[in-house]
């Protein structure tokens, strides 16, 4: 398996527009997780699924943010309007069940300007 | 509030010589405890899981310890490669999610 893979590797955009952020996770597993990752605060998640249904969504900072998994091998995170505090790096992580270790994307690295 | 403290945030060796980072943490039962390396610009790989008090797993050059209160990732005779931002994260009982809760990490350089 490839890992889990996010799209795209860097994002800069202005202030009010919408982004998109995607993730593929690891095939079978059946948890995926978003985190946000800034030298102020850490990682910090923001949402996770279990099957592709939304568990925990209290970490996503404001109605600007918002993630979908409309299928097992496939989730977004979007940010509408974009801010620029909301510049940082998003990683996605899957698991296979709890407790078990998570597998990391390489990141998107989101500058808001 | 559960909670993840590491020390020190950075530490500089000479190749060869060992050392230990701390992660001391709080939580309301401890289902897992995990390290993770990151390198500049890449995602977190995952290194150790630790499950209970009394507990080590070795991988090279590092060796992960758990008690009650805190982990230790001991490094043996580190080289450059090792040079890394060392992550631990707690998964708590009480929570029955997968919510993995991190440390700000420790950025070792292990100087030739």
């Known amino acids: 398996d490839a890992g889990v893979i996010q799209s795209p590797r860097h994002e800069v955009t202005e202030m009010g527009q919408e982004v998109t952020l995607r993730c593929k996770p690891i095939?079978?597993?059946?948890?995926l997780f978003w985190y946000r990752q800034t030298m102020m605060r850490g990682l910090e998640l923001l949402i996770y699924?279990?099957?592709?249904?939304?568990?925990?969504d209290s970490g996503m900072p404001e109605d600007r943010f918002s993630a979908k998994m409309p299928n097992a091998s496939f989730s977004t995170l979007k940010i509408q309007p974009s801010e620029p505090r909301d510049s940082a790096v998003y990683f996605c992580?899957?698991?296979?069940?709890?407790?078990?270790?998570?597998?990391f994307g390489q990141g998107t690295r989101l500058t808001v300007v | 509030e559960d909670q993840v403290t590491q020390s020190p945030e950075a530490l500089r060796l000479q190749e060869g010589e060992s050392s230990s980072l701390n992660c001391s943490y709080t939580?309301?039962?401890?289902?897992?405890l995990f390290w993770y390396r990151q390198d500049p610009g890449k995602g977190p790989e995952f290194l150790f899981t630790?499950?209970?008090a009394g507990e080590e797993k070795e991988k090279e050059r590092l060796k992960a310890t758990l008690t009650k209160k805190e982990s230790f990732l001991h490094i043996t005779a580190p080289k450059p490669e090792d040079s890394a931002t060392y992550l631990c994260?707690?998964?708590?009982?009480?929570?029955?999610?997968?919510?993995?809760?991190f440390g700000q990490g420790t950025t070792l350089q292990v100087k030739p």
């Open positions: 992580a899957s698991s296979l069940g709890v407790p078990t270790e998570a597998f």
């Open positions: 939580v309301s039962g401890l289902r897992g």
């Open positions: 095939s079978g597993h059946d948890y």
């Open positions: 994260a707690v998964q708590a009982r009480s929570s029955n999610t997968g919510k993995l809760i």
């Open positions: 630790l499950y209970s």
């Open positions: 699924f279990n099957n592709n249904v939304p568990i925990d």
